[in-house]
């Protein structure tokens, strides 16, 4: 059975940094496109970021490129989100999702409870 | 960007009556060299995360009941619930996964008239 397990939101102060970590089990982590997707308070999905299989390929929204970084660690089976330089308008509800098979374009099939990230002082 | 509107952004059905959803992206999202449409539907109901409905514009996802129909291509696209049933309240969005970065539209809200 997959499984993915959010952790790492709190509250932060904005201009602070985070790591969100996604425990995944159930599925071969190492070949498969993983993604953060968020979501505001009462709002709609947005797209984040995107690992490829393999972890050789990333993509960003343009509102996190150069502040979010994506990554994995195969051994531990886990992704990352590391997010620098926080702003009011990052604060969201951050699921962890599986691309179905390994390609980074294809749907997102499983998807995490998700963590919760606050940026207010 | 591709960007995905969805209409209505909310609409009451009654039990056992037909809802349908629609969605526009701003470029196509059919991909020549497959002849595949890069677009998904998901269903998210309060205090859950999404799920997968639909994908490839059309496709069923494994256990979604049969009364879900996606249907569409290029950039028009429609989510089709034939007899709504209580479980099916919920917001649904959709999204493409033709290029980066990708986006989703902003959701449908169904209720029960």
């Known amino acids: 059975e997959v499984q993915l397990l959010e952790s790492g939101g709190v509250l932060v102060q904005p201009g602070g940094s985070l790591r969100l970590s996604c425990a995944a089990s159930?599925?071969?982590?190492?070949?498969?496109?993983m993604t953060w997707v968020r979501q505001a308070p009462g709002k709609g999905l947005e797209w984040v970021s995107v690992m490829c299989g393999g972890g050789d390929t990333t993509y960003y929204t343009d509102s996190v490129k150069g502040r979010f970084t994506i990554s994995g660690d195969n051994s531990k089976n886990t992704l990352y989100l590391q997010m620098n330089g926080l702003r009011a308008e990052d604060t969201a509800m951050y699921y962890c999702?599986?691309?179905?098979?390994?390609?980074?374009?294809?749907?997102?099939?499983?998807w995490g409870q998700g963590t919760l990230v606050t940026v207010s002082s | 960007d591709i960007v995905m509107t969805q209409s209505p952004d909310s609409l009451a059905v009654s039990l056992g009556e037909r809802a349908t959803i629609n969605c526009k992206s701003s470029q196509s999202v059919l991909y020549s060299s497959n002849n595949k449409n890069y677009l998904a539907w998901y269903q998210q109901k309060p205090g859950q995360p999404p799920k997968l409905l639909v994908y490839w514009a059309s496709t069923r996802e494994s256990g979604v009941p049969d009364r879900f129909r996606g249907s569409g291509s290029g950039t028009d696209f429609t989510l089709t619930i034939s007899s709504l049933q209580a479980e099916d309240v919920a917001v649904y969005y959709c999204?493409?996964?033709?290029?980066?970065?990708?986006?989703f539209g902003g959701g449908t809200k169904v209720e029960i008239k």
């Open positions: 999204q493409q996964h033709y290029s980066f970065p990708l986006t």
């Open positions: 999702a599986k691309n179905t098979g390994g390609s980074c374009y294809h749907p997102l099939e499983y």
């Open positions: 159930g599925f071969t982590f190492t070949n498969s496109a």
